[in-house]
């Protein structure tokens, strides 16, 4: 626990708890706050280089580019 005015922080084995006052924080950044800290623990964990992910970006542009050629030729 914390000796917080605006939050309460709570872990036990498998979880970490927070309680924000309502009116300290704006919900649209605290998910955005939230999606980041996702996003940064998922990239953390990828077995991903980054040759792989140039590379696999390359490929998915050159799809999207054929398909909208093959749409705009017509």
Known sequence: MS???YYDLSADEQT????IDK???????????LNYLE?????????LTEEAAAELA????S???SNLKSKLSK
Do not use: H
């Open 16 to 19: 970490i708890t927070i309680k």
């Open 39 to 47: 996003l940064k623990s998922i990239s953390q964990r990828s077995q």
């Open 58 to 61: 390359n490929e998915i542009d």
């Open 3 to 5: 000796n917080n005015l």
């Open 63 to 65: 799809t999207v580019w």
């Open 23 to 33: 009116a300290s924080v704006n919900y649209q950044e605290l998910t955005q706050l």
